[in-house]
């Protein structure tokens, strides 16, 4: 079970689970490019957090891991579709290999705290950085983009720190509060860029009309 206050983590989850609605809602209403990848793993990342708030076992602790995991590849493709092309296949195959180191420490049981995340951290911070990247390029401007790509850089860039300080009392709290902060900002800068893409959109068409 998670060491943080369950009101702070159904709150978390909550407002993961708002953002997964408005994406679904545009995909629904646009049918736009990654908005249904983006409601999907804004869907996991609140059962990830749920999860958190059960005892361990082997259905909270593959269920914790592997919706991470998920959420994470619905990233990675949303990011990319939103910019109007899918990622690669072979760059989802990180995750699957870290899925399977998920399994070999459950049924291994002698991995220490840093070496169990370690491996995990890594694939997990250059996942982030491509989606960072990906959503760099898939606007063309504005503050939602910056906000939705920086937000994301620093995600990766902060859960390097993970091995090292996730089992310090002291750090932990202020890193899940940054982790928390930072994990809800990339949806609201994407849906800001996609609403002020939607605008420059709409302007273009409506110079190109009046000429």
């Known amino acids: 079970m998670t060491d943080y206050p369950v009101p702070a983590v159904l709150s978390v989850a ?3 689970l708002l953002a997964a609605v408005v994406f679904g809602a545009l995909h629904v209403r646009e049918r736009s490019p990654g908005m249904r990848w983006f ?3 804004w869907t996991l990342e609140a059962a990830r957090h749920l999860f958190s708030l059960a005892e361990v076992n082997p259905v909270t602790f593959f269920g914790g891991g592997f919706t991470f995991v998920a959420a994470l590849g619905m990233l990675l493709e949303g990011a990319f579709r939103v910019g109007g092309r899918p990622p690669r296949p072979w760059l989802h195959l990180p995750l699957v290999c870290v899925a399977g180191w998920m399994v070999f420490v459950f049924v291994y049981q002698q991995v220490s705290f840093f070496w169990w995340h370690v491996p995990v951290t890594i ?5 982030r950085a491509l989606v960072a990247w ?3 390029n898939a606007f063309a401007g504005g503050l939602g983009r910056v906000a939705a790509a920086s937000a994301m850089g620093l995600w990766a860039l902060h859960g390097l ?3 090292l300080l996730g089992d310090v ?7 899940y509060a940054l982790s928390t902060f930072l994990g809800l900002l990339v949806p609201s800068g994407v849906l800001m860029a996609y609403f002020e893409r939607a605008r420059e959109e709409a302007a273009a068409l409506e110079r190109a009309l009046a000429e």
Do not use: S
């Open 14 to 16: 909550l407002a993961n």
């Open 39 to 41: 409601a999907l793993a």
């Open 169 to 175: 009392e002291e750090a932990k709290v202020w890193g």
């Open 123 to 127: 694939v997990v911070a250059l996942i």
């Open 161 to 163: 720190t993970y091995p």
């Open 134 to 136: 990906a959503l760099w």
